[in-house]
């Protein structure tokens, strides 16, 4: 199964093509996309959701994950990545594609086993469950890899 795992944001979008077959895992690709602050809001939106599109399009994943939107301080940002993540959701359906959300809680308890572990964590077992030499940078692909990975371990065939 190819699962695209999504770390959904405004300016920054990470995401991750995992395939896992049999228990396995390993990476197809990962990334992030990335508007400049400058650009109007919906010229950000419009590029969010063309190159999601074109990704879909490229690696034909079977199904998308995403993270579910955490934020606590600053609202307006908030607002703004929320938006995104509307505008990402629409491509993933537009493609025909059926769409999970889990919680960082949810990620971190699937990746590494415990809900409460830190960013390092997740980020060492990534490299370790995907068979990479480094950890992926930046750190929203990393993310986005991890959700990918939460999804395998939350599908039930």
Known sequence: MRILGIDPGFATV???IVNYDGNKFSACDYGVITTLARTPFEDRLEQLYDELTKIIEFYN???VAFEELFFNTNLKTGIQVAHGRGVLFLAAIKKGLKCYEYTPLQVK???VGYGRAEKQ?????VKLLLNLEKIPRPDDAADALAVAICHAHSIRF
Request: hydrophobic share 45%.
């Open 121 to 125: 964590q997740v980020m060492a077992m």
């Open 14 to 16: 990470g995401y991750g």
């Open 109 to 111: 308890q699937a990746v």
């Open 61 to 63: 994943p079977e199904t």
